[in-house]
């Protein structure tokens, strides 16, 4: 099955700097790569998805970046905010299962 | 409003009591499924549901059931529930016939002792 790494598991942030987390999966057919973010007592919540078929997509301050051959994305928020601090999931799908991350932890100090 | 709702939200139980989470979506959304989620390993899927009467496991399936009778409705079933199975599970709803752009639901908490 899908196996998908995420790194780091935390990560403090300056606020207003950058803050990138990144993943990797082992199945080459998956083609749907979203990001979750989880707040504390809530379901995830997707924040940005990215298909295969793309190499980049953004979002005011978020943004995902696909490498399909290194089998490897990325997301990035930039001028992070004290909101943005929360639990970030990367996930692969090839169609109808999904796979997860095992979950960043992002702080934003003021 | 739309929403995916679960329930109960929190539910303490013994092993071996056979128990049913409930998850409700009001989006029409023809895919459905559940997630438990443990501490350092993210969120694993249990089941999925590609639309009424068509379901299929998911990485984690063993110990669980589920049916889905209803589009609306998808619920998870443990028949004789163990300690390994204390967990936080969430159920998750999406329009097209794949887990694209979920609606996750508020989360059950569970306890078997």
């Known amino acids: 099955g899908e196996n998908v790494e995420q790194h780091p598991s935390t990560l403090s942030v300056q606020e207003g700097d950058s803050a990138v987390i990144k993943c990797t999966y082992s199945d080459s057919a998956s083609n749907y790569f979203p990001w979750y973010k989880q707040e504390l007592g809530k379901g995830p919540q997707l924040i940005i998805d990215i298909r295969s078929n793309v190499g980049e997509k953004k979002d005011q301050r978020i943004a995902v970046t696909l490498n399909k051959t290194a089998k490897h994305f990325s997301l990035h928020i930039t001028e992070t905010q004290p909101e943005d601090s929360a639990v970030y999931f990367c996930?692969?799908?090839?169609?109808?299962?999904?796979?997860f991350g095992a979950g960043t932890t992002v702080t934003v100090r003021a | 409003e739309a929403q995916v709702t679960q329930n109960p939200r929190y539910l303490i139980t013994v092993t071996g009591k056979k128990l049913t989470v409930t998850c409700s979506q009001n989006m029409n959304h023809e895919y459905m499924s559940w997630y438990r989620q443990d501490p350092g390993l993210g969120l694993r899927q249990i089941y999925y549901?590609?639309?009424?009467?068509?379901?299929d496991k998911g990485d984690v399936p063993e110990g669980y059931k589920v049916s889905r009778k209803e589009k609306r409705n998808f619920p998870l079933i443990l028949e004789s529930p163990s300690p390994n199975q204390t967990s936080l599970y969430f159920c998750?709803?999406?329009?097209?016939?794949?887990?694209?752009?979920?609606?996750f639901g508020p989360g059950t908490r569970l306890t078997v002792t």
């Open positions: 549901s590609m639309n009424v009467e068509v379901t």
């Open positions: 998750a709803s999406s329009f097209a016939g794949g887990p694209y752009e979920q609606y």
């Open positions: 996930a692969a799908s090839n169609d109808y299962k999904l796979s």
